[in-house]
């Protein structure tokens, strides 16, 4: 099955400066790549995806690359705010009922 | 729409008790699933639902049933409590199945199992 590695774990920045969190996936058949945010005592939350097809997408501060030839996608937040603090999943998907997440990224953004 | 909401918050039960987590959906989602969550790992599917009176195993499915006899609810029962059950579990619904359908996760649910 699908395997997926998140890096780094943890990740403390300044305010205003940028964060890039890593993912790589081992199934080559996979072909969405969706970006959770987790708030404290909350359910994960959609904040970006990416689909087999495209190698990049922005939305405001915050892009996603792909290189589906590497296995491999980031997340990247730039003007990062204290607000953004929180657990950050990617996830890789290959079917409708299929989807594995990564470990986790707890970002802290200090102010 | 109170979107996709989960009962109880918290939970601690002896080893070998049962209890059904509570899910439910007021968006009219077709496609229902549960999660569970553990420290230093993502989150790993338990069960899935397409539809009302149709389910089906995810990756983990063991210890766990599931049914959906109506489009909103899709409770998630423990028959017989292990502590390898303790964790976070998150109920999710999208509008239909679909690898393109945004996933709408409820609060979670914590389990301590003693």
């Known amino acids: 099955g699908e395997n997926v590695e998140q890096h780094p774990s943890t990740l403390s920045v300044q305010e205003g400066d940028s964060a890039v969190i890593k993912c790589t996936y081992s199934?080559?058949?996979?072909?969405?790549f969706p970006w959770y945010k987790q708030e404290l005592g909350k359910g994960p939350q959609l904040i970006i995806d990416?689909?087999?097809?495209?190698g990049e997408k922005k939305d405001q501060r915050i892009a996603v690359t792909l290189n589906k030839t590497a296995k491999h996608f980031s997340l990247h937040i730039t003007e990062t705010q204290p607000e953004d603090s929180a657990v950050y999943f990617c996830a890789a998907r290959r079917g409708n009922n299929d989807m594995r997440f990564g470990a986790g990224t707890r970002l802290t953004v200090k102010p | 729409n109170a979107g996709v909401t989960q009962t109880p918050k918290f939970q601690v039960l002896k080893t070998g008790q049962s209890m059904t987590l509570q899910c439910a959906q007021d968006m009219n989602h077709e496609y229902m699933s549960w999660y569970r969550q553990d420290p230093g790992m993502g989150l790993r599917l338990i069960h899935y639902s397409v539809g009302a009176g149709i389910t089906d195993q995810g990756e983990v499915p063991n210890g766990y049933n599931v049914s959906r006899s109506t489009t909103e609810d899709f409770p998630l029962r423990l028959l017989s409590a292990a502590p390898s059950q303790t964790s976070v579990y998150f109920c999710?619904?999208?509008?239909?199945?679909?690898?393109?359908?945004?996933?709408?996760f409820g609060p979670g649910t914590r389990l301590t199992v003693l």
């Open positions: 990416i689909r087999s097809n495209v």
């Open positions: 199934d080559s058949a996979s072909n969405y």
């Open positions: 999710a619904s999208s509008y239909r199945a679909g690898i393109y359908n945004e996933q709408f």
